[in-house]
Every structure is written in C-alpha cells, then in structure tokens.
C-alpha cells in the first residue's frame, strides 16, 4: 500500500512538471509569435542627391552584403562597400546622366553581380560588367526614346542572360549570343494608349505555367489610362498583349512572387496615382484578381515582397515618395496586410528592398529618400 501510494505521487509530480513544462513552452511560442520585428536605423550615406533604386549583393564576393543604388542628382550608380557594417562608398558610373531606375544580376554568368541602368533624359540603356569590382561599361542602346525600366532574365531559355526595357511606347528584349552581343527585339512599339512617360516596371517570369517566359510591365503614365500588361510568349518569343489592370495610373515597380502560396506566381505592384499597395492574384490562364494591401499610402514609389517576420508567409515592403513613410506589411497567412510603419519622416521616400545585411538570419531593409538625399538600411534587432 506504502509502495503504491509512493507511486501516485510520484507520478502526480511528474504529471504537473510535464504540465508545467508545456505550458512554459506554449507560452514560449506565443510570446515569441506576439513579437513583432523592430528595426534600428544606419545611416550608409547622407548626400546621394535624389536617391533612387536600391539593392542588396555581394558585390566584391567576400561572403557579406553590400549596396548598390543610383543618384539621379549626382548622375552615378554607386555601391558601398561592407565591411563589418561599416560602409565605404565606390563608383560604378559617375556621369550616367539622371540615373535612377537601375537592376542587377549576373548578365555574363561568371558568377558576380553585374549591373544594368537605363538614363531617361539621355536616351541610353547599358549595363556594367563586373570585373573584379572595376564596373566595364557596356552601352545597349544611345537612342531608346525616354527609357525607364530594365531587367535580366533568360527569356528565350538559352541558358545566358538577356535584357528587357521598356520606354516611351516601347518594350523590348534584347537576346544575348551567349558572348554579351545583344541582338534588340521589339515586343511592343507605338501602342497609342501608352503615354509618352512609357512603362516604369518590367519583369519576366512563367505567369500562366506553359514553360516559357512572359514579360509583365507598368505603365508610368501620370494620367488614369496607366496600365498593368502582360505580353504572353507564344513559345517562340512572339508576344500578344493581355491587359491585366487598366486606369492603374502611375506604375513604378513589380515583382512577380507566390504571394497565395498555392503554387503560381503572383504580381506586386504599386500605383502612386491611386495611392495604393496591391497585389494580384493569379487565377490561372493570365486572369488576376486585383487584392488591396493599403488603400491611401501617400504616392508609393516601391513595393517590394519578402518575409520579413521568417513566418513563412509574403510580407510587402513600401516606401510612399508624398507621405515620406516606410512601412512593412504584415501578411497573417491569409493575405490579410497589418500595416507597421518603420518612419514617416523619411522626406521622399523613394525605393526600398531588403536582405540579411549584417548576416544575422534576420532580414533588414534598405531604403532611399529623394528629397533628403539619403540611403539607409534597417537592421532587424
């Protein structure tokens, strides 16, 4: 009877400490879960006189994160250096003239981050080789009519790098031998209901799952007419036009990601006409259905999509140029955004992007102000 009595008790005390344990450890979660991201602000430079895009790379190979954006003010393309959050600003272009819309990638496939501009005011597409951190410039084109946008991607599935542009009533591809030679493609020429302000955004990915790439662009019209098309690939690069998004205004930039996570992709965009944040929804066979994120955001000029808060979910990153604000997105799973606003000080704010910069696991943000004429990070704490 003792012996069994012992036993009851001694089964009773580890009954409540493994209760205690899992009530300890549940609350572990839910706190962990409650806690939203805070962000400390590094300012990278104070004088990049109306900064424009941004963008995170390891631009000299050496294992962290540098940053690359461009000055429509100063006419460069710059990157700064990392070297252990200290950063040091170098040259890419220094007389690109009104520089502001810039990309990146590997263009020539020898494994480092090249770098692609277009300059509005002179007519000129080009992208810089990387050559060991000396940037070789390479012009596409000195005559493309107001360009705005330009991107890399293996559009006709050769295995090297092309381009995409877009300008004044003109989108176009640019295929590559596989030696860097580009031959120009014109997807679109002349359409009268793009406005002489052209397309702002282009972007190529399979949006309709046949296997080949299809080109996604933004008007960057100021009027209503501004619209979201997608120039579908036959197979063969031959493009048809679908409308996806008419009287959207004001396009600046899109992503195309699984914001649904339901196995196609989705676009992002931002309308500073309109003043908001959407994304699209892929319905299948190029239908979208247009999904509101933020409804008077103040003239976004950037959207971008990541998962900031690492719940396996797509959060949207915004920098609104009127309300001088950057703001991040919540997604709770189900496409439902919360608003969190990192700063509405930020005078013009005008391109945001985000990566691990200080390679904590943690993703930061990277931003620029037009009108305060700065490029900042915010590390994740």
């Not at 900064?51 to 100063?74: E, K, P, T, Y």
Request: net charge negative.
């Amino acid at each position: 009877m003792v012996l069994i009595k012992k036993s009851y008790k001694v089964s009773v005390i580890v009954i409540i400490a493994i209760s205690l344990i899992l009530v300890i450890t549940i609350s572990l979660i839910v706190l962990n879960l409650s806690q939203k991201p805070s962000f400390n602000q590094i300012i990278i430079d104070n004088n990049y006189q109306e900064a424009g895009r941004i963008f995170g790379a390891d631009v000299d190979n050496d294992g962290d994160i540098d940053v690359i954006s461009a000055s429509h003010g100063l006419n460069q393309i710059s990157w700064w250096e990392n070297t252990d959050m200290s950063f040091t600003k170098h040259f890419i272009a220094n007389s690109f003239i009104n520089a502001f819309f810039i990309n990146i990638g590997d263009v020539d496939k020898d494994g480092d981050i090249d770098v692609l501009g277009v300059s509005d005011s002179g007519d000129e597409l080009a992208w810089w080789e990387n050559n060991y951190t000396v940037f070789i410039k390479h012009t596409l084109a000195l005559s493309y009519e107001t360009p705005t946008g330009i991107n890399c991607f293996d559009v006709d599935l050769d295995n090297d790098i092309d381009i995409i542009s877009t300008g004044a009533q003109e989108v176009t591809w640019w295929e590559n031998n596989g030696n860097q030679t580009f031959t120009e493609h014109e997807i679109s020429l002349g359409y009268p209901e793009i406005s002489d302000e052209g397309h702002a955004s282009v972007f190529a990915a399979d949006l309709d799952n046949d296997n080949d790439v299809d080109i996604v662009t933004g008007s960057s019209s100021s009027v209503q007419i501004g619209e979201l098309c997608c120039w579908e690939n036959n197979g063969t690069e031959s493009f048809s036009k679908k409308q996806l998004s008419v009287n959207y205004g004001r396009i600046h930039e899109l992503y195309s990601v699984d914001v649904d996570k339901d196995g196609d992709l989705d676009i992002v965009s931002n309308s500073a006409t309109l003043d908001t944040v959407d994304w699209f929804e892929n319905l299948g066979n190029l239908t979208f259905a247009k999904h509101l994120i933020s409804s008077n955001f103040g003239g976004p000029n950037s959207a971008f999509p990541i998962d900031i808060d690492n719940d396996g979910d797509v959060d949207i990153i915004g920098a609104a140029l009127l309300a001088d604000k950057i703001s991040w997105f919540e997604n709770n799973g189900f496409q439902e955004f919360t608003e969190h606003i990192l700063t509405s000080s930020f005078n013009g704010a005008s391109s945001c992007s985000a990566i691990d910069l200080n390679g904590d696991s943690k993703i930061d943000i990277l931003t620029t102000a037009w009108d305060a004429s700065e490029v900042v990070a915010w590390i994740q704490s």
